[in-house]
């Protein structure tokens, strides 16, 4: 069983596609940018995860799963390294773009 | 090399096109992620943490210059232009896309290659003696019985569905270069006081959260028995392993919980029911798979060429790559060249694509054609001529293949860790690269000597870390990454379980850990000791006070 979560969450899948891990956004869509990511609690995220149970059923993610946030001015940070690799890209070969985006003193 | 033959194709054929149908009722909609799920990991299909992953079989690690160039082209074309060998001597692709994944299965089928049962609880890749067939101190080429394993187990309807995933590795050499006794099943090549072939089986073995060295229940398994006992150990074990709890599924916890001897009771009552069905192959079609791995015809040559030597005097680099890359080869005049894939500042196991054409074009122009990939994340290039050295050194040295630091601290073994893998706790890649510039210095690491370093970013144990002489593991406190660091492990003949030192360290704290126990070897050796032997003798605890008391 998952370990409950306390305080605010943001809801996280992968795109079937290519596997790219995103969040929910307040529009509905999915995007790897986490400042568009919504986040919510109790029955606010209750109502994300069934806009993401929505979109795994038409195939558009996979997986889709509530995490621990971190607000920062407004704006939901995943709170879990696990979480924050997924939203940044793996910490090696900064030569690939994506996988640029980390910069471990700011984590 | 084993050559597919017209059955051999038309399987992999056939899985190619039933997994396109697949994907593509995937894409649709018409299959829903659980029900697609099981298919995707039967075809080495795995969904990371940024994206999917096609986790590639190299049987027994062996390749032909053809196989990898075709690697590399999947590397550019489907992927980010280079790929991960793995300690299963496969090869991983850490990019790939769902719609893509049939075409790159397509273009692996053209040179032989597929990525079947390289996921699930099936039997896996069989692993092997990189220098098998090539080497002077084995009994016999263990890979014709390795490729009959591959055959018999390849959809093998009665173990598709096992409690849980099963890996055999197979040795024909003393020297244990496949970590045997790790495995769920070991097999041991070895000649009775009749010179006739057979196998020492082990069977219990295995890292993950609960390590366990295998058990030997058998001496000495002659050869025409060969399938028919491996399928009473699978039987024993498909019938009782447990399916209640995935963390105590594997063969060892059964075996431990019954005991070796009622395991070898149990398999040799299974194995005379069974042993005189059709289940081992006649004699002509064993003969048939040797073939296959008959020796090359290499001429035989001095064992000392003067411009080698020469070569060596003048150049530093090139002497210790002599020295630590390259091993004695049956056929004299002639070595195998271990190519390190661990550049220090690197990421162990990576090759680019470029470097894989390289490797390609070494290995048609040096060494028959023939790759092979060793379980600690290296190629070799078997079979080259001594005389050849120079020129392939400053080949690979240019494409950055030309570290010297096989069998050395900075030759780990490292898994992908938190930077790729859904299970991982934490990052293994970066600490690796911290730890190889910390000890970039050719001649410090020479002067340390032969050490194994192993490293896994979680208990699953794929950076086999237990079986490491200093093992780390990288744990998640509280949401932070921290590493243990474990001693005294081995992988090898003399198999033996690291113990966890203490207290686990920040990303930092972990080099210098490393490097502290380094220095109480280096204070404590005996003239010629290695590293393993000094721990030992000496035991835990001085290394203990080095580490934590000054921390």
Not at chain 1, 75 to 100: C, E, F, N, T, W
Not at chain 2, 26 to 32: A, I, P, Q, T, Y
Not at chain 2, 236 to 241: D, K, S
Not at chain 2, 431 to 441: G, N, P, S, V, W
Request: glycine letters at 8%; aromatic letters at 8%.
């Amino acid at each position: 069983m998952a370990k409950k979560i306390n305080g605010p969450q943001m809801v996280l899948a992968n795109r079937l596609d290519d596997g790219r891990a995103v969040f929910l956004t307040r529009s509905g869509s999915w995007s790897p940018d986490t400042a568009l990511a919504a986040y919510g609690e109790d029955a606010a995220l209750d109502a994300l995860l069934a806009e993401a149970a929505k979109s795994a059923g038409e195939n558009l993610v996979v997986d889709p799963e509530a995490i621990g946030a971190i607000l920062k001015n407004g704006v939901a940070h995943p709170a879990h390294i696990k979480h924050i690799m997924q939203a940044k890209g793996p910490s090696v070969r900064a030569d690939l773009g994506y996988q640029a985006g980390f910069d471990w003193e700011t984590k | 090399m084993y050559a597919y033959d017209t059955y051999d194709r038309t399987m992999v054929d056939i899985r190619v096109a039933e997994f396109r149908d697949q994907v593509e009722r995937r894409v649709k909609g018409e299959l829903s992620e659980e029900e697609f799920r099981p298919i995707r990991l039967m075809n080495g299909l795995y969904l990371q943490l940024h994206a999917y992953m096609l986790r590639v079989a190299v049987p027994y690690g062996t390749m032909s210059g053809d196989q990898m160039r075709k690697l590399a082209h999947i590397a550019r074309k489907y992927d980010k232009g280079y790929g991960h060998f793995t300690t299963r001597q496969n090869i991983q692709f850490n990019w790939p896309k769902l719609s893509e994944t049939p075409d790159i299965l397509a273009e692996l089928a053209n040179v032989e290659m597929h990525a079947i049962q390289t996921s699930g609880n099936c039997i896996r890749n069989v692993t092997s003696d990189q220098f098998a067939g090539a080497t002077a101190d084995e009994v016999a080429d263990p890979r014709p019985y390795a490729e009959l394993l591959r055959q018999w187990s390849s959809f093998h309807p009665e173990f598709s569905f096992l409690p849980r995933k099963f890996k055999f590795a197979i040795t024909g050499a003393a020297t244990d270069r496949a970590a045997v006794k790790w495995h769920d099943i070991g097999l041991i090549v070895k000649k009775n006081e009749k010179g006739e072939i057979g196998f020492e089986v082990l069977v219990g073995g295995g890292m993950g959260r609960t390590p366990v060295i295998g058990k030997t229940i058998r001496e000495f398994l002659p050869e025409k028995d060969f399938l028919s006992y491996m399928e009473a150990i699978l039987r024993v074990y498909n019938e009782q392993g447990r399916r209640d709890n995935k963390y105590k599924a594997r063969i060892k916890i059964l075996v431990e919980a019954m005991g070796a001897d009622e395991y070898a009771r149990q398999t040799e009552a299974e194995w005379e029911k069974i042993k005189n069905t059709s289940i081992d192959v006649p004699a002509e079609e064993v003969a048939r798979i040797k073939a296959f791995f008959i020796p090359p015809p290499l001429e035989v040559l001095p064992s000392q060429v003067q411009s080698v030597d020469d070569f060596a005097k003048k150049n530093f680099l090139f002497s210790a790559w002599l020295k630590n890359n390259t091993n004695a080869h049956k056929v004299s005049g002639h070595v195998n060249v271990t190519i390190s894939l661990k550049p220090h500042g690197g990421i162990p196991g990576d090759a680019t694509a470029e470097q894989m054409d390289l490797v390609a074009a070494l290995a048609d122009e040096y060494s028959q054609s023939e790759i092979r990939v060793s379980h600690e994340q290296n190629l070799i290039l078997p079979h080259v001529a001594l005389n050849d050295l120079p020129t392939i050194w400053a080949d690979l040295d240019e494409a950055g293949l030309g570290t010297a630091n096989v069998g050395l601290l900075t030759d780990m073994i490292v898994c992908p860790g938190l930077d790729y893998c859904a299970l991982a706790n934490a990052r293994s890649i970066p600490i690796a690269q911290a730890i190889t510039r910390r000890f970039d210095d050719m001649k410090r690491l020479q002067d340390i000597g032969p050490l194994k370093v192993k490293m896994s970013g979680c208990i699953n144990s794929c950076g086999h870390h237990h079986a490491g002489h200093i093992g780390i593991l990288g744990v998640d406190r509280k949401g932070e990454e921290m590493y243990q660091i474990l001693l005294g492990g081995s992988g090898a003949e003399d198999a033996s379980k690291a113990g966890i030192l203490g207290p686990g360290f920040d990303e930092h704290g972990i080099v210098d850990a490393l490097e502290k126990v380094v220095a109480v070897y280096l204070g404590e050796r005996l003239e010629g000791e290695e590293f393993l032997s000094t721990y030992r003798r000496i035991g835990a605890q001085v290394f203990k006070e080095a580490v934590y008391d000054a921390a």
